[in-house]
């Protein structure tokens, strides 16, 4: 049975090495920590370089911060889970698009930011 709180999945399969275990959480923590950067960064943005906040490019720099931050919260938790149930099981890992988005977002920033530095967008 099931302790409170605790996932029905945690009763299937077999208790994974305990270092696996915390290597995951430890890989779910990396995540919530660059979600919590994306959206400081939004937050920064919009709050603290208002003139290039009131811009249309400013405006879509702080959305696509604030989205790939909490798109990557949200999904965070249920990656975290899907690896775990795969441990569990004595599964292969799932794969994920995570990386992808947040390297994306990442670049699409850093190219804009690049492009503002140099004077080729206003």
Known sequence: MAKWGEPS???????PDYRFTLANERTFLAW??????LLAG?????????????TGLGVGLTVLLALAGTVLAACAYRRWA????AMRNAGPLPMTWLPF???????????LV?????????
């Open 82 to 85: 899907k690896v775990q149930r």
């Open 101 to 111: 988005v947040v390297g994306l977002a990442s670049t699409l920033v850093g190219v």
């Open 9 to 15: 999945w945690c009763q299937v399969g077999e208790e």
């Open 32 to 37: 919530l920590r660059t979600a919590l950067a």
């Open 42 to 54: 939004a937050v920064a943005l919009s709050q603290f370089a208002r003139p290039l906040a009131l």
């Open 114 to 122: 690049l492009l503002l530095a140099l004077g080729l967008v206003h």
